[in-house]
Nanobody
Framework: VQLVESGGGLVQAGGSLRLSCAASGRTFSRDVMGWFRQAPGKERENVAAINWSGGRIYYVDSVKGRFTISRDNAKNSVYLQLNSLKPEDTAVYYC?????????????????WGQGTQVTVSS
């Protein structure tokens, strides 16, 4: 199983990025997919998660109204649209998969992880 993120980069505050994560080796159309981030010296945090149908979605408070998670089960992919970016959004962003339909939030519940993509927001 492999998760490959793309779309990170350097952007000015107020800008936008769209992160993509493509999974291979197993179909995750019935599983929860999520995005985490980890900034230097900080713990990894769950930014957003989505169940298989998109009917249940979680966002950490700090990104509500700015980030949007979505998925395409036909492409075995999950996306994260990042708008109105702030310097404090700077981190390595990871996609991850938790098996099943329960909207897990803790990183320990996610069993498959990508290698991460760097997002840097300049002020």
């Amino acid at each position: 199983v492999q998760l490959v993120e793309s779309g990170g980069g350097l952007v000015q505050a107020g800008g936008s990025l769209r992160l993509s994560c493509a999974a291979s080796g197993r179909t995750f159309s019935r599983d929860v997919m999520g995005w985490f981030r980890q900034a230097p010296g900080k713990e990894r945090e769950n930014v957003a998660a989505i169940n298989w149908s998109g009917g249940r979605i979680y966002y950490v408070d700090s990104v509500k109204g700015r980030f949007t998670i979505s998925r395409d089960n036909a492409k075995n992919s999950v996306y994260l649209q990042l708008n109105s970016l702030k310097p404090e959004d700077t981190a390595v962003y990871y996609c991850a998969v938790a098996i099943g339909d329960y909207l897990y939030l803790r990183s320990a519940s996610f069993v498959y992880w990508g290698q991460g993509t760097q997002v840097t927001v300049s002020s």
